[in-house]
Every structure is written in structure tokens, then in C-alpha cells.
């Protein structure tokens, strides 16, 4: 009987040393002390450190409404907006308030004097990843949600494995369930098991990526590679499958921001192309005329937003009309007050657009500035969907591809279906026989000069998601989208297509390699080398002069 009782006795004592090791702040069971909690945020490193550690293993199972509040007090901490008075902790609504809430009651309390505590380099790394974790557990938004992925990616050797497997069962994102399964997958590459641990490289390498490489590359130096045959025969197969699969999605990267480089270079060029075919004039202002239909995507962009704010994702597609008129306009106007007089000069008619160039850069930096104007991104032109591997198919160049695509059948409709189109090829092939049978070739000119323009302005509005929009934007494209034109043959649409397809998949293939400099030269000498050969470009048109 003495014997049960000592039993009895000394499980009590063991079970009261138990308790003396539970941190207080979680002292109360599942729940958050959250006095004690805000208080241990107001002491030292150690303090910090122990408290949000603590925060961290038990996260998975503790109360939303704890880690909620823990997220908030955290952010607070990190934006210095914890007040620190003795024993209370205020909660300020921005740095410097003069009054707050107190964190454990909620009630509002004064501030003056109080102290905001000062973060060491892994406090606030841990902080900042506990601050994730309650967000990735309690946000209320998907993209709250991602961010805070994101940033308990970038230290997820801290963040414990059941709290991101509480975190994935509550998701309801599809394609954020997805993310936080594979995360749950590397956190578990460090497990203790064994046999979890190979569970864990297999699933990992299901979902190919650099971080996946990377992750699993770093397991060659642990000490089960050297030690467990199976181990590391398992983690070369994951490895040789993860990199192959990488290797093909960089390759489809590669593919796919070549489509939207030329398809930008496309439409730069196509105007380019009918001015230069229909009348000899080697355009050295058609980059100014993109720079004009940007700057009117940003008018149209600015115009919505103070009128009809709820629809400013949709000024991309409003822009579109008037890009291509705000450009036409001004190209028909060149035309008729300059070109006109030169076209039996086309030296002088080059210098003319090179002068043109020169005062439309100088005049929107007068009346502008040179800073790059900000764009608000639509919804539709933000983000992408993951495809393979590292591979994303973003919207922004999806876009501009589709853009192009639409683009390039209208060009076509309109030469091959329409009076002006008929006219415009009429007078490319024998100007002086288009003349003889009525047809006003001075008027075609400068239709055809201000559409060739107009598709310069469609390019602006394509460039406008992705690329800066400064005046000197234009420079950018002028010698590539002349190398497109000859190389495609002058005054043909398809063979421009083609050219651009061409050109802009080397540039973006061998830029990687050798540099930005070196691509254009290479480009450069193998468009020369196959001029030599073929002259007329790829698609030669038929003249009759």
C-alpha cells in the first residue's frame, strides 16, 4: 500500500516538474496567455526567440482566434507599432501613436512612454516567418495566403510539419492546396523516419522545380547518402528526374518568351513594312510612333481612373482604338506636312523622320518628364498558371502573343479584302500604272503611311504590360524591327511574320549564352550572310515597273 502511494507521489512530482517547463504563454493548454505572450515580445533576444518558437510547435493545434491574434501582434513587432509600458503591451495603429489597444484586453490605452522593442537579424527572421504562419493559417484572402507562402518558404527548416499540414486541410485554393502539399513534402525531408524521409524525396520530384533541386541537392550532404544504399539511390533517381525536368521546362521558357518577344517585334515591324514597300521611305520614326500609342494607353488609363475608377481594368482594352487612331493621326499629319515633298529624296525623306524622331522624344520629355510611367496591371494581364516544371505561361505575354495573332489577321483582311487594300497593292507594284487607272496615289500614301503607324501604336499598347514605357522606348525596336523587314522581303505581311518569328527566337535563345550585345551582332551578321545569298529577303514581292 506504502508502495502505491510513493507511485502515486512521485508521478505527481513528475507531471508538476513537467509544467515547469511549458512556457508560460502557452502554459493554458491549447490556448494563447497572451499577456505573457506580448510581454515575452517586450524582453530580450532570448525572450523573443523562446516565446515565438514556442508559437511555432504549437501552432498546429492551437485556437485560430490565438494565432490570429498572434499574427497581429507579431506585424505590429515588426512594424514597430508595439509599445512596450512595464507590464502592458500596446498595440498602436501606426508608428509613433500616441494611443492604442492593449494586446490581452483589447480595451484602448495610452502610449506615452512606451518603448518599441529593437529586433536582432534572426529575431526578426523568426518573427517574420511566425508572422507567415499565422497568416497562411488564419488570412482571409488567397493572395494574403500566397504571400505568406512565400515567405515561410524561404525559412521552412523552422516551421514544423503538422502546421503546414493544418494549413494545406483548411485551404480551400485549389492551386494554393496544391503549393502547400508540396511544401508539406520538403518539410518532411528532414524527418526523423526514415521511411517518411523517402516517401518525402519521391513526392518531392513528382512536382519538378529549381526549389526541388535544390532541396534535394542539399540532402548529398547528409549523413544517410553516404551511410544507406537505399537512401541514396532513391534521392540520384529523384535528382536525375527533377533536373531532366527542369531542363525541359527552361526550354519551354525559352520557347515561350521568344513567341512573345516576336510578336512585339511583329507588330513594330509590320508597319514598318508597308511604308517601306508602298513608298521607298526608310521610317526612322516608326519606334516614336509605339512611344505614342504607350503614351495614350497611359492617357486612357489616367482619363478611367478619375471618371470611372470600378472600370479601370479594362483600360487596356479601350486603349486599343485609341492608340491606333492617336498614332495614325500623327503619322497621316507627318506625312502630309513633310514626307509629301520628299519622296523623290529618300535620303533627305531619312533625315527628315530621323528630325521627326528626335522632336517627338524631346517634346514628351518636355511635356512629361523621361521617368517610366507606372501602369496598373488588370487582372487579366497579371500572374499565370504553372505548366511544367519552372515553366509559367504568364498572362502579360499571353496577351501580347494574342494580341499580335488578332492583329496580323486583321492587317490581312484589310489588304486582301478591302478598296484600300486593293489600292495599297495596286501602287506597290506599279505606282505609275495605278495612276493611269484613277487610282489617287497620293491619297493612298498617306492612308497607308498613317496604317503603318497605327500598327506601330497597336505594338505600344502591347508593350505596356511588359516592358518600361519611357520617350526613348522606341530605340529599342527600330533596328529590329528593320532587320525584320529586310529579312522578310519587303512589303509583305507574311514574310514579316516569319522574319520576326525568326529573329526574335535567336535573339531570346542566344542572349542567355553570349549577352544582349553579342546577340544582335550575331543576329546581325547571319541576316547579312543570307542577304548575300538572297537579296530580295525571304518573300519577295511582285512588281511590274
Given amino acids: 500500500m506504502v508502495e502505491g502511494v510513493g507511485r502515486v507521489w512521485l ?22 496567455d497572451r499577456a505573457a505572450f506580448a510581454a ?3 524582453g530580450d533576444g532570448a525572450a523573443q526567440t523562446s516565446a515565438v518558437e514556442t508559437f511555432l ?22 512594424d514597430r507599432r508595439l509599445a512596450c509600458l512595464g507590464e502592458t503591451v500596446v498595440i498602436l495603429d501606426r508608428a509613433g501613436a500616441a494611443d492604442g489597444l492593449d494586446a490581452a484586453t483589447g480595451t484602448a490605452r495610452p502610449a506615452t512612454g512606451g518603448r ?3 529586433l536582432g537579424l534572426r529575431q526578426r527572421a523568426l518573427i517574420e516567418t511566425a508572422s507567415g504562419v499565422a497568416t497562411l493559417l488564419t488570412g482571409s484572402s488567397a493572395d494574403a495566403r500566397k504571400g505568406a507562402l512565400a515567405t515561410v518558404e524561404r525559412r521552412i527548416a523552422s516551421v514544423p510539419e503538422p502546421v503546414l499540414r493544418r494549413a494545406a486541410a483548411a485551404e480551400a485554393d485549389a492551386g494554393l492546396k496544391a503549393s502547400l502539399a508540396a511544401v508539406v513534402e520538403s518539410a518532411a525531408l528532414s524527418s ?11 513526392a518531392v520530384a513528382e512536382a519538378p522545380s529549381g526549389a526541388a533541386f535544390s532541396r534535394l541537392s542539399a540532402l548529398k550532404a547528409d549523413p ?6 537505399a537512401f541514396r539511390t532513391v534521392l540520384d533517381a529523384a535528382l536525375a528526374r527533377v533536373e531532366r525536368s527542369v531542363s525541359l521546362g527552361n526550354a519551354l521558357a525559352v520557347l515561350y518568351n521568344g513567341l512573345s518577344f516576336a510578336s512585339i517585334l511583329f507588330m513594330a515591324a509590320a508597319g514598318l513594312a508597308i511604308i517601306f514597300g508602298l513608298m521607298g521611305v526608310i521610317n526612322l520614326a516608326q519606334g516614336e510612333f509605339i512611344m505614342i500609342g504607350a503614351y495614350a494607353t497611359y492617357g486612357v488609363q489616367e482619363a478611367i481612373r478619375r471618371i470611372a475608377p470600378a472600370w479601370l481594368d479594362a483600360y487596356l482594352l479601350v486603349a486599343i482604338p485609341v492608340a491606333f487612331l492617336a498614332s495614325a493621326l500623327v503619322g497621316i499629319a507627318i506625312e502630309a506636312l513633310i514626307l509629301r515633298h520628299l519622296y523623290r529624296r529618300p535620303l533627305m525623306s531619312l533625315l527628315a523622320t530621323w528630325a521627326v524622331s528626335l522632336f517627338l522624344i524631346n517634346g514628351v520629355r518636355v511635356a512629361i518628364g523621361s521617368q517610366n510611367l507606372q501602369f496598373a496591371m488588370p487582372s487579366y494581364v497579371s500572374g499565370g498558371v504553372p505548366l511544367y516544371a519552372d515553366f509559367v505561361v504568364t498572362w502579360n505575354r499571353l496577351f501580347a502573343i494574342a494580341f499580335a495573332a488578332v492583329t496580323l489577321v486583321l492587317t490581312l483582311v484589310i489588304l486582301k479584302r478591302t478598296p484600300l487594300g486593293l489600292d495599297i497593292r495596286a501602287v506597290t507594284q506599279n505606282r505609275d500604272m495605278a495612276a493611269c487607272l484613277g487610282i489617287r496615289t497620293r491619297r493612298v500614301d498617306r492612308l497607308a503611311f498613317g496604317f503603318g503607324s497605327g500598327l506601330a501604336g497597336l505594338a505600344g499598347v502591347a508593350l505596356c504590360p511588359i516592358y518600361s514605357v519611357n520617350p526613348g522606348m522606341g530605340a529599342n525596336f527600330i533596328v529590329d524591327s528593320f532587320m525584320v523587314v529586310v529579312l522578310g522581303g519587303v512589303g509583305t505581311v507574311v514574310g514579316t511574320l516569319v522574319a520576326a518569328l525568326g529573329i526574335g527566337g ?4 542566344i542572349e542567355p549564352l553570349y549577352g544582349a550585345v553579342a546577340a544582335k551582332v550575331i543576329v546581325l551578321v547571319g541576316i547579312i550572310l543570307f542577304l548575300q545569298r538572297r537579296p530580295e529577303g525571304l518573300f519577295a514581292v511582285r512588281r511590274r515597273r
Fill in 192 to 202: 526523423p523516419d526514415p521511411a517518411r524521409r523517402l516517401a518525402a524525396i519521391r
Fill in 506 to 509: 535567336a535573339n531570346v535563345l
Fill in 224 to 229: 544517410a547518402y553516404g551511410a544507406d544504399p
Fill in 57 to 78: 510547435r504549437r501552432s498546429a493545434e492551437a485556437e485560430a482566434g490565438d494565432v490570429a491574434w498572434a499574427g497581429t501582434t507579431l506585424r505590429a513587432l515588426l
Fill in 11 to 32: 508521478a505527481g512530482l513528475l507531471v508538476w516538474a513537467a509544467s515547469l517547463m511549458v512556457p508560460p504563454a502557452l502554459a493554458a493548454g491549447l490556448g494563447l
Fill in 40 to 42: 515575452a515580445l517586450c
Fill in 116 to 118: 518599441s522593442p529593437v
